[in-house]
């Protein structure tokens, strides 16, 4: 098995106007490291992103994930490797409002046809013991994101893909939150990428990248 | 204002599919009210003018309260105070065999004038002869048409024209045309005298018309006049005349009005949803222009301008596509839209401005009233909450309040038990609206009761993802739900209401036929008017045949009860002294009693009544009446009342001897016959053609009696099927706008669902079920609705509009194939509008940074 959770090689990526985004952009992820990819905004984060969960395809290179390449996937199996091996955490939290807390946090559980037992154990440890009942509109902006935290955990994911996850916080929260996920990564062993603005955010990783133009770059803060 | 045009204009720009789906929904629903009406209009002014027309600029009317007058109190009138010219005429209808024309009726108005009274009356009316042959205006043998009836005969002048009149052929020459006829009239008309000894009509008039000197007062002259004449006769006045026209129409015409208006209701439903649903998607675009300052009225004035949009164009477009499906019905199947109540016209649609400007402002209310629910919450909201996730479903909650549901059906319940207004079931279409209206908004709470009082069960039920998020769904935004199951519910239930009102009536109907039409044969001479054409003679004829095992006779005649109101039909047959249910369709419940024919005092003469009769003339059974038969009035009791599915204005049956012994006449009008064990009804049929007379009848049997009979039951409701068509695709447009409009608003829930690792299929698998379950709730309640509103147009509308009662039957196998053609239509609705959630679109959705 590769040490390697993900590798870029060579990604080229131009949006549909013709605006190149990603100019042969190389990048490797170690298993359970914790890596800060920052830049402008427009730069192509989110797009990176995308690719490497096989939602949008590069327009050459090749994303690799436990060496396999992911654009060589059909989108069901792409759509299995997602639910199996990654979890997400959005800026707009994007929990369901018709759901109650704990069927939230047991969606991805639900899609890998596992127990639910575990649910609830998640929330407790995400700090929302006793609310497994409640709606997402009964709760605040940190709290849902907690929940959005536990729901990409549940299924112990090799690699968490957050964007912007503090973006919506106050910075008290938005520290709570680091916290919670950069713990929360350790034990579960998993490796993260985060797209942030945030400098606070970024402290909280391993390594800190820039995405420029002309590639992914090291930064320190 | 330009702000406001901003936002409409962008959101047309961005939902440019959803706004042209409500703004043919609108168009439709108004196009077909309108339609509807010039048709209705139109047939009925044209009918109503030509009927105007052939009484010319007479002041009243003199006729007998039967078909016919004897032509002794003509002179009578003519010199009677007051009068200043009496113009006598003889109107027949004559049957053309053979000459069916395209709107169905077979029938010539024949009209016998006295030429130099006419002049004075109705000039139109006048032949014009060719140039040298003023006399053949007077002649015996020839016969003026109008333009269309030389036309539909395709006869031209100096033809001869053949018909049958009773048992004889009659052979006139068609002299020329008339003065003036309106477009598509076929009438013919004739010296009186001519039509008085050729028609077999002699000394017999159909009515006087008088014209009045200058300065007589019309009230007292009449009144005098009617004392003059006492009870055999009746005095009408024009307007009179115009009442017994609208009458006879009036609740067909308004039925099919109302008809018409239910797609424009199911429109509304849709312009409800596609609204509510714009709303909940725009919720944090609202709140945030409620930050920026806009007021909650300013808020609610954008919707509203929006729907208000809508509805204009809607209502412009609707009036214009109406106008022209008007003008082309008119052009390819004439203006009685399958009915016949306007036999022999040819109208021609005007754009009414004022009717148009009232479905116009029909439309614009129906588009406001669906918008203005929508309005209230979108300006009620408070910014704070709604930018807040999960906010979508406490939208609309207001729309829903279970009291407000519960006071509707409620509501409607009482409706049922009111009278008519007017002669109108109108409290029973109010209860219908009410039904439907409280049915909706109980919606959401049935959902939430049903899913409560599952909700052990389904913890038992291992489901995978897809199933438990299409579950949550329903379960957690009953809201939503039923905002697209409104659209459902309200198709299917009407679908449901009108498949088992037309199938119990027919069903009804068909049994009718089968109690009507009891014998083998049913023989006729050519009708003309009301003239019994079988003499003494020809009726011993054809009771000697050996091939027959029982012969009845029948004479029909029209007898006048009510100035204002079509004629009663009369039938004198022979009818089961021991048990007349043998004979008539009789109605033996707890609402009509029936009196044995034995129980009756001596000298007391029985009759039997149409449900009609009941309802228009207050007949009861066991109640003596007074019968304008024969020269004056007999004084009958009423022993039962019988089911007449053939005349919704009245009929009453007495026993032929009866009759004769009243009358005098022993004419009929029908022989119906049944034969013997082992007869060939093909032998009899052209034994009865060799008969010296036999060439003349027409000779029908049951089974075709039957058939042409249902039909005309069923070309009287294409329109129906027609509009209910309508308003069921409205309905699916509805439910279709409101499954893409969900889409738009869940896009950030399907993006973050990819994201987690939903597959395309499972997605698509989840809408497809959600959509499945959402109609299968619909079609559930829908059924429940449906039959609800069955019953009121079954046994309250019905019985109201048409004075008719019916048993229930239910069309199982029907209703069961539409409710699974309104599953796989609307799932794959629902799957077609659920492409956009798989898109990769929704996948850029759950991003905030750009």
Known sequence: MSLNILELRNINKAYPQGRKVLDNLIFTLKAGEYVAIMGESGVGKSTLLNLIAGLDTPDSGEVLIDGVAISSLSDDAATQLRRERFGFIFQAFHVLPHLTLLQNVALPLLLNGQSLQHAEQMLDQVGLQGRGQDFPRQLSGGELQRVAIARALIHRPKLILADEPTGNLDPDTAQEILQLIRAEINANNASAIIVTHSHMAAATTDRVMNLRKDGLHPMSL | ?850
């Not at chain 2, 003023?134 to 020839?142: E, I, K, N, V």
């Not at chain 2, 809607?314 to 306007?342: K, M, N, P, Q, T």
Request: charge should be neutral; glycine fraction near 8%; include cysteine.
């Open chain 2, 1 to 850: 204002m330009m702000l406001n045009r901003w936002l409409l204009v962008g959101e047309w720009r961005s939902h440019i599919g959803q706004a042209l789906v409500t703004l043919l929904a609108i168009a439709i629903g108004v196009a077909m009210g309108f339609s509807i009406h010039l048709l209705n209009s139109a047939a009925f002014n044209e009918f109503s003018a030509a009927s105007k027309d052939l009484s010319g600029q007479s002041d009243l009317l003199v006729r007998a309260k039967t078909a016919l007058m004897d032509e002794a109190l003509y002179p009578q009138l003519a010199v009677y105070d007051g009068v200043a010219v009496a113009n006598p005429v003889l109107e027949l209808d004559i049957a053309m065999p053979g000459k069916r024309q395209a709107r169905g009726d077979y029938k010539l108005k024949v009209i016998g004038i006295d030429m130099f009274r006419a002049a004075q009356i109705a000039p139109d009316l006048l032949g014009v002869p060719e140039e040298g042959k003023a006399m053949d205006r007077l002649a015996d043998d020839t016969i003026f048409l109008s333009p269309a009836a030389m036309s539909w005969l395709e006869v031209k002048q100096n033809d001869t024209l053949s018909f049958h009149v009773g048992i004889q052929s009659v052979s006139l020459r068609v002299a020329g045309g008339l003065v003036r006829a309106r477009s598509g009239q076929s009438i013919a008309v004739m010296d009186i005298g001519a039509a008085q000894w050729r028609l077999q009509h002699l000394g017999k008039l159909s009515r006087v018309e008088l014209k009045l000197k200058d300065g007589v007062n019309h009230a007292v002259f009449k009144d005098k006049l009617e004392q003059h004449l006492g009870t055999s006769y009746a005095v009408v006045e024009l307007e009179n005349q115009e009442a017994r026209v609208a009458n006879m129409s009036r609740a067909y015409r308004v039925n099919l009005n109302m008809l018409a208006l239910v797609a424009l209701f199911t429109g509304s439903f849709l312009v409800f949803s596609t609204q509510a649903l714009s709303i909940i998607r725009r919720r944090q675009q609202f709140a945030l222009l409620r930050v920026l300052g806009f007021t909650r009225r300013q808020l609610l004035w954008q919707v509203m301008i929006e729907g208000m949009m809508l509805g204009i164009l809607g209502s412009i477009v609707g009036v214009v596509l109406g106008y022209a499906i008007a003008v082309s019905v008119i052009e390819f199947f004439g203006g009685s839209l399958g009915s016949s109540f306007f036999p022999g016209i040819k109208p021609d649609i005007n754009f009414e401005i004022w009717t148009a400007l009232i479905y116009f402002v029909v439309g614009l209310g129906v588009t406001l009233l669906g918008s203005i629910v929508p309005a209230l919450e979108a300006a009620r909201a408070k910014p704070a909450l709604a930018l807040k996730l999960g906010s979508e479903d406490a939208a609309m909650k207001k729309t829903s309040f279970p009291w407000f549901a519960i006071m509707g059906l409620c509501l409607a319940v009482i409706f049922t038990q009111l009278p008519v207004l007017n002669g109108l079931p109108v409290f029973g279409y109010l209860a219908i609206a009410l039904l439907l209206i409280g049915s909706i908004a109980l919606i959401p709470h049935v959902i939430t009761w049903l899913f409560a009082a599952t909700v052990t069960f389904r913890r038992h039920i291992r489901m995978g993802a897809v199933g438990f998020l299409s579950l949550a769904r329903l379960e957690n935004a009953p809201n939503h739900a039923s905002i697209a199951l409104g659209g459902i519910l309200a198709s299917f239930s009407l679908m449901v209401a009108m498949a088992i009102m037309v199938t119990s009536f027919r069903e009804s109907v068909d049994q009718w036929l089968d109690r009507v039409l009891p014998a083998d044969l049913y023989v006729r001479t050519a009708a003309v008017g009301d003239l019994g054409g079988f003499h003494l003679d020809t009726q011993q004829i054809i009771s000697a045949f050996p091939a027959f095992s029982r012969v009845d006779f029948f004479r029909t005649q029209q007898v006048l009860f009510d100035v204002d109101r079509p004629e009663v039909t009369l039938f004198a047959r022979p009818i089961d002294r021991i048990d007349p249910r043998n004979t008539l369709p009789i109605i033996n419940d707890e609402t009509h009693a029936v009196i044995a024919l034995d129980s009756l005092p001596e000298n007391v003469l029985p009759v039997w009544v149409s449900e009609a009769m009941v309802d228009l003339y207050g007949y009861q059974v066991g109640e003596r009446v007074m019968l304008p038969i024969g020269a004056s009035t007999h004084e009958f009791m009423v022993v039962a009342v019988w089911r007449d599915y053939g005349r919704q204005f009245g009929a009453i049956q007495i026993q032929l001897d009866d009759y004769r012994t009243i009358t005098g006449d022993s004419t009929v009008n029908t022989v119906a016959l049944w034969l013997q064990a082992n007869v060939s009804m093909q032998q009899v049929i052209e034994q009865l053609r060799q008969l010296p007379f036999g060439k003349e009848l027409e000779i029908s049997r049951s089974s075709d009696l039957r058939a042409i009979s249902l039909e005309i039951f069923d070309r009287s409701f294409a329109v129906t099927y027609l509009l209910e068509l309508v308003a069921v695709i409205i309905g699916l447009f509805g439910v279709a706008a409101s499954f893409s409009a969900q889409m738009l608003a869940r896009a950030k829930e399907f993006g973050m669902l990819r994201h987690i690792g939903m597959t395309r299929h499972q997605i698509l698998l989840m809408l497809a079920t959600e959509g499945g379950l959402l109609t299968s709730l619909g079609i559930m309640f829908g059924f429940l609705l449906g039959w609800g509103i069955s019953l009121v147009l079954i046994f309250i509308i019905n019985p109201q509009s048409f004075h008719w009662t019916m048993q229930m039957y239910l069309p199982w196998g029907w209703l069961i194939m539409i409710a699974i053609v309104m599953l796989i239509t609307a799932t794959c609705t629902a799957l077609l509008a659920g492409r956009r959630a798989v898109s990769k679109q929704v996948i850029q959705a759950v991003r905030e940074d750009w």
